[in-house]
Structures are given as structure tokens and as C-alpha cells.
């Protein structure tokens, strides 16, 4: 076999989950030449993202040539020989769990479960992906880690929590991360960055080792450019069968068209994003479904985020071997979160009735249409300095339509939009009742076929 060329594995690093299994199965590529590909555009693009924290080339290349002895046999491994990258809020066995931060302790003893589905499927993971301290921001810039960038502009972030993964994955480093969602940070890295990202109804994808993660609103998932993929590989990890959801039609579905702020944010949301929604909404008219304009109801739950969110900080901080070394800011939204554990418990009493009254929206409707975000990604720096209270108000302008459905276990996807004026990606979000999952993959793969994004490539690639 001929070895590819530089433009050959360009193409190759760009072909996704699927199509790299599919060529590693068929002996058109083998396992070390996707690594090998994996690993060099690290080297390559990687000085200028700051994507990965720690790269594991010498252990990556020996799995390869250990999955290479198993291409043809009974055992069809669905994920065998692809690279992917592993974020860094996430257990990994023999790796520290840092979470962005430098007051880590001793390597992870074993690593989450749905992980190890990933590796007993075949997949190879080269290194682990940045995430903001503690995974508490919308940003990824941090003492211990350095400044994240997105790939398409340096200049801006490309989100958080799951910041590494998602400029790691859009670059093409890797075809797909792990990453979490605790209040958005699946969602809003994906909407930054022009990526798909669903966060799943919650207990889908068990948190195993732990019972839960950040009180309760956090699930772990997948950042990938083609929803095809992330069905992939959230098959693999749950057992359900989302390959054949995502490439069926949706029946006829009724979609509610929501576009108002929150209560309790001061966001503004942005007219491109207002605009991306909207003609959303014309296409999916276009393609036979009910779009009518309806808004859930919401009321005061942004309190019961915030309440459960910080105390999820606080507790991740308590768990830390070595909080004395987490920075000031961490520090002060620790502090709140201890004084919030009280309100966080009333918060999560009041999880089923804050559920029966914005879930009701779902007696009448399929899907709640909306944006993902009040606007793009922040300039890189917008918060250097700043103190707690003023970067979690501005995060709650910035991103005021996700930690809801944290809050209330509904499955929520960023899809991609289109561009902004400056070239930045645009991001509607699809929300479903608990258990709709399958359904949002249907819809968001007829949207990618109608408007396909997965084509587009960002100037750092």
C-alpha cells in the first residue's frame, strides 16, 4: 500500500469517525496511518490552538499496530483503529484528572466506563483535550494551561468547558473528542466552532465510575463535525441504535419557534443569531414540518441552575488534592458554591415540577427551536482579571439558553447555522422531550443534508 500523500491525509484526517472505520475495515488505510495522520497535525497546528494537554504519540502508535493484527477478523470492531482525544475533566486510567487546573493530585485509577466502550470498540485515544478550571467557565484560558484558540479565528474562543475538544475536532487533529455538558459546554463549544453536539437526556450515558457529575447537571457525550458520527459513537457507548435513527427521515414533526431570553439573564440576543434561527426555521417548513412560534415556560429556573451549577463547582474544588493552588477566581466561585449547596438541594426538590411546567410545551410540540448561543465566540482575553460575580453574569449573557435543560434532563443538540458576517459559525439548538434523543438525531441529519456544513473547513486546518 502506497503510503498517502500530504493531501491525501488531509482529506483523510477530514473524513470522520465512520468513513475512517469504514476504510480500515476495507484495508484502504491502516490503523497507524490514521494515527500517524492524528499525530502530526497535532504537531503541526497544534502549537497555534493549544487544543491538547498532554499527546500520548509512543502508546497511540503501539495500539495502532496492535489494532492492525485484528483488521479482517470475526471480531468487526465499529471504531477500530480511529484516533480520538479524551477531555480532561474525564477519568482516565493512569492520567491525572486536571481539569485545567494545577491542583491536581494523583493518576486516575481507572477510567469512566463509557471510555473503556470506546477502546473495547477499537478506538485509539492520542491525547487528552483542555478544559477551563474546573469546568467552570465558557472560555478555556487558564494559569495552568495557557490560552485555547479557535480555529476559526485565533483571536476568539472556541468556548467551554469542552474548548480543547471542540478546536481539536474542528481542526481535524482528531475526528471526535469526549466531552461534557454541565450548563452548555457541549453545546456552545459545538455552536463556536461549526460542530454538531448533543447532550442527552440524562442517565442515557451512565457517568460511571461516578453516580453523577457536577450536582447532577453534567453528562458526558461527543463533539463531532457530521451528526452520522456522533450517532456512531453514542451507539457504541449506549446501545442504542442511533446509526439507523440519524439516517431515517423524521415523521412530520410540530417545532416551536423560541427565541426569548430567559428570566433572570440580560442577554441580548445578537440580530445574525436571531436571523440563523429564523431561517432554520423556513427550512425545516420547507421539508414538510409545522413550525409555529411557541415559548416554553420557563420561569425562575435560571435560579436553580445557578444554585445547582455553583455547588457543583464547589465540589469538584473540594475534591481537588490541592485547592490552595486554584486561582483567585476559581477560588471565589467555590466559595459561592459552599454557600449555595443549601439552595442547590431546594433546586434539585424542585427538579420535577420546574420539569412538569416547562416540559408541558412537549403535549403540544416535537421540538423547541431556538439559538444555541446570544452570540459568537468571546474575544480571547474578554475576561482576563475579572472577578467571579462579573464573568459568571457574563456568561449568562452570553450563553442564556442551556443550563435549563441541564437542570431538567432533556436532550438538547447545537446544529450547525451557517456563518456570520465575519465568518464566524452560527448555531440553532433542537430540544426534546426526556427520551427523544433518536428524534433529534433524525432532524438534525435532515438539516445537514439540506444545509450541509461538514464541508467547511476553518482557516487553522
Not at 423560541?258 to 428570566?263: E, Y
Request: net charge neutral; proline share 8%; with cysteine.
Amino acid at each position: 500500500m502506497a503510503a498517502p500523500t500530504a493531501t491525501d491525509r488531509r482529506e483523510l484526517a477530514f473524513a470522520g469517525v465512520a468513513k475512517q472505520a469504514d476504510l480500515v475495515r476495507a484495508g484502504a488505510v491502516t490503523p497507524r496511518e490514521l494515527v500517524e495522520t492524528s499525530l502530526e497535525r497535532i504537531a503541526e497546528l497544534d502549537p497555534k490552538l493549544n487544543a491538547f494537554r498532554c499527546v500520548f504519540a509512543e502508546r497511540a502508535l503501539a495500539e495502532a499496530d496492535r489494532a492492525a493484527q485484528r483488521v479482517g477478523s470475526a471480531d468487526d470492531l465499529p471504531l477500530l483503529g480511529v484516533p480520538i482525544s479524551v477531555k480532561d475533566d474525564t477519568p482516565l486510567a493512569g492520567e491525572p484528572r486536571v481539569i485545567g487546573s494545577n491542583a491536581f493530585g494523583d493518576p486516575s485509577t481507572e477510567s469512566a466506563g463509557f471510555v473503556e466502550r470506546l477502546q473495547a470498540a477499537g478506538a485509539i485515544v492520542v491525547g487528552m483535550t483542555r478544559t477551563p478550571e474546573l469546568a467552570a467557565q465558557g472560555f478555556t484560558e487558564t494559569v495552568a494551561g495557557g490560552i485555547t484558540r479557535n480555529p476559526w479565528n485565533l483571536q476568539r474562543t472556541p468556548g467551554g468547558s469542552s474548548g480543547g475538544p471542540a478546536a481539536a475536532v474542528a481542526a481535524a487533529l482528531v475526528p471526535a473528542s469526549t466531552a461534557s455538558d454541565g450548563a452548555g459546554s457541549i453545546r456552545a463549544p459545538a455552536a463556536n466552532c461549526g460542530l454538531f453536539g448533543l447532550k442527552t437526556t440524562r442517565g442515557l450515558l451512565p457517568p460511571a465510575p461516578d453516580d453523577e457529575i457536577f450536582s447532577g447537571l453534567s453528562v458526558y457525550g461527543f463533539l463531532t463535525r457530521g451528526v452520522g458520527d456522533a450517532a456512531l459513537l453514542y451507539e457504541v457507548v449506549t446501545g442504542e441504535p442511533f446509526v439507523a435513527a440519524a439516517q431515517q427521515a423524521p415523521k412530520r414533526l410540530k417545532i416551536a419557534l423560541s427565541q426569548r431570553i430567559p428570566p433572570g439573564s440580560t442577554a441580548r440576543l445578537h440580530p445574525d443569531w436571531r436571523r440563523a434561527t429564523e431561517q432554520t426555521g423556513e427550512l425545516l417548513g420547507s421539508l414538510g414540518h409545522e413550525v409555529v412560534e411557541r415559548e416554553p415556560s420557563i420561569g425562575p429556573v435560571g435560579l436553580n441552575v445557578l444554585a445547582r451549577f455553583l455547588a457543583g463547582v464547589a465540589d469538584e474544588a473540594d475534591a481537588m488534592a490541592h485547592p490552595e493552588r486554584l486561582e483567585r477566581r476559581t477560588r471565589n466561585l467555590a466559595r459561592m458554591g459552599r454557600s449555595a449547596r443549601r439552595p442547590a438541594a431546594r433546586a434539585r426538590r424542585n427538579e420535577a415540577k420546574d420539569s412538569a411546567r416547562v416540559n408541558a410545551i412537549f403535549d403540544d410540540v416535537d421540538v423547541v427551536l431556538g439559538p444555541t448561543l446570544a452570540r459568537g465566540p468571546l474575544p480571547i482575553g474578554r475576561y482576563e482579571g475579572r472577578g467571579a460575580a462579573y464573568t459568571l453574569n457574563g456568561m449568562l449573557r452570553w450563553m442564556p439558553f442551556n443550563g435549563v435543560w441541564n437542570h431538567l434532563g432533556n436532550p438538547a443538540a447545537a446544529v450547525p447555522a451557517g456563518f456570520d458576517a465575519d465568518g464566524l459559525p452560527l448555531s440553532v439548538q433542537l430540544v426534546g422531550a426526556h427520551g427523544s434523543d433518536a428524534m433529534l438525531f433524525s432532524l438534525a441529519h435532515e438539516l445537514e443534508t439540506a444545509r450541509p456544513w461538514t464541508d467547511a473547513r476553518p482557516p487553522v486546518s
